[in-house]
């Protein structure tokens, strides 16, 4: 079946790193990616979306581009900050499920330090 | 902006007790969805629901059920909590693709979540 799969956290980094968070998928068709992020205490909002390949998705200073040749989708931002620490998720809706259901990775937790 | 308002951030309850988790939306969104998170599984949808009255099992409904009388409120329905029921739980909603740029581009907005302990 359709599944996201997600680099196991946490990644820690120091103040204007780096970053990078892997996540590949499986999936029948062609799926519409996603990257929500959750703040502690918070619920998930959507960072970014890229719905065909080569799309590239982009906000906040994050960017994921949908490479369909690599099934991958992979966050990256040139330079962290501590306000960017927070769980990311990488998700999915199948175009061929009509319900429009987000499948969802495990989550990668990412801590930024001063 | 679009809110999604559930009903409690913290709930403590015994076993075999039923509980009423609510969640709200004010953007006249068609489908409403009940999730929850748990560490290393991310989220799993628990059901959802893409009109009044009408509702979908999702990939765990087992011990759940939800009930969709008003099309802005969504409720998710433990009908004798166990203790392995405690968890986040975690209420969105999402427009229909023909208001959000066609089909799979739908972004889903979630709510705070509810933190549940089942002693």
């Known amino acids: 079946g359709d599944s996201v799969t997600q680099m196991e956290g946490p990644v820690t980094l120091s103040e204007e790193a780096f970053l990078t968070i892997n996540c590949t998928y499986t999936?029948?068709?062609?799926?519409?990616l996603f990257w929500y992020v959750q703040y502690p205490g918070e619920g998930l909002q959507l960072l970014l979306k890229a719905t065909k390949a080569d799309d590239k998705g982009s906000n906040k200073g994050f960017e994921a581009t949908y490479r369909k040749e690599t099934t991958s989708f992979h966050l990256e931002k040139g330079s962290v900050q501590v306000s960017d620490s927070a769980v990311y998720f990488c998700?999915?809706?199948?175009?061929?499920?009509?319900?429009?259901?987000?499948?969802f990775g495990s989550g990668t937790r990412l801590l930024v330090r001063p | 902006d679009v809110k999604v308002t559930q009903s409690s951030r913290y709930l403590v309850k015994r076993t075999g007790e039923k509980v009423f988790l609510e969640c709200v939306q004010d953007?006249?969104?068609?489908?409403m969805f009940w999730y929850r998170q748990d560490p290393g599984l991310g989220l799993r949808l628990i059901y959802f629901s893409y009109d009044v009255k009408m509702k979908e099992k999702g990939d765990i409904p087992e011990g759940y059920s939800v009930s969709r009388e008003k099309k802005e409120r969504f409720s998710l329905i433990l009908e004798s909590a166990s203790t392995n029921q405690t968890s986040m739980y975690l209420c969105?909603?999402?427009?229909?693709?023909?208001?959000?740029?066609?089909?799979?581009?739908?972004?889903?907005?979630f709510g705070p979540g509810t933190r549940l302990l089942v002693l």
């Open positions: 998700a999915l809706i199948p175009r061929m499920d009509s319900s429009y259901k987000l499948i």
């Open positions: 969105a909603s999402s427009p229909w693709p023909e208001t959000s740029g066609g089909a799979g581009q739908e972004t889903q907005y």
């Open positions: 953007m006249d969104h068609e489908n």
């Open positions: 999936a029948t068709g062609y799926p519409s």
